[in-house]
């Protein structure tokens, strides 16, 4: 039986998949998020137990506040029929969804989407979890390289981003009594299928996106993994209240 337990928002696909994936690698077991995709949530599922650990998919919409009694209160049923335990020790707050708009054409539908998504949703969610997670447990909450570099079209996205990583040192510091980390990851662009799949399918983006890289090439899922294994590991304990960016060094 695995001794530590990671919750995903967004598990089912994409960054959060990879960081499944890399966690279960080193024996972490993982509960996962989807929004409507069931049976790739369970595919998921089923490559986190073939690394040899326990995967369990529950449906959630992070837009959703109201329903975010009923998501801690299945969560923590399922802590105690799967693992007999009354807490997990890992949040990483992944869920989202991408926007490129220009600010003068941003509708506000589109802008409290993201808000709902983007902050509102983990700020809630991380709210009625904390019950659950164990005390020296660790969050990580995903932002953007975007919240630091300016690319015009990224602005609401942005800004959104730039909430979250305020509250995160907030967090940081108001959950450091029960020895909770509070940290940021802000990848920069990746080649996955998140908005529209643009960085890894344009190859005039992909180009420069590797032009404007330190390391000279766009990021891979794989870069964004390894690092919430980091964060979350007994290495990095002291590490708290942080941005740690995952770009390659875009745009220095």
């Given at each position: 039986m695995s001794e530590k337990i990671a919750l995903i928002t967004g598990g089912s696909r994409g960054l959060g998949l990879n960081a499944a994936l890399k966690l279960a690698e080193k024996g972490i077991d993982v509960i996962l998020t989807y929004h409507s995709q069931q049976q790739q949530a369970q595919a998921a599922v089923r490559q986190i137990e073939a690394l040899g650990a326990r995967g369990l998919a529950l449906q959630l919409d992070v837009a959703d506040s109201s329903r975010f009694d009923d998501f801690a209160a299945a969560v923590k049923e399922q802590l105690a029929l799967i693992w007999q335990r009354d807490s997990f020790d890992y949040l990483l707050n992944n869920a989202g969804t991408g926007l490129h708009q220009p600010f003068m054409e941003t509708t506000e539908a589109q802008f409290d989407q993201l808000v709902a998504v983007h902050f509102k949703g983990p700020f809630f969610l991380t709210q009625k979890l904390l019950p659950l997670l164990a005390d020296g447990g660790r969050i990580v909450n995903v932002s953007s390289g975007l919240a630091r570099f300016t690319l015009p079209g990224a602005g609401a996205y942005a800004a959104v981003k730039g909430a979250i990583e305020v509250l995160t040192r907030y967090q940081a510091k108001e959950l450091g009594a029960r020895g909770i980390t509070v940290n940021v990851l802000a990848p920069g662009a990746i080649e996955t299928d998140f908005g529209g799949g643009r960085v890894r399918d344009d190859a005039a983006l992909?180009?420069?996106?590797?032009?404007?890289?330190?390391?000279?090439?766009?990021?891979?899922?794989?870069?964004?993994?390894?690092?919430?294994?980091?964060?979350?590991?007994?290495?990095?304990?002291w590490v708290n209240g942080q941005r740690i960016e995952a770009s390659g060094g875009m745009f220095l």
């Open positions: 992909n180009a420069f996106v590797a032009a404007q890289t330190a390391l000279g090439r766009a990021g891979q899922p794989d870069d964004i993994g390894h690092a919430v294994v980091a964060l979350f590991s007994e290495q990095c304990r």
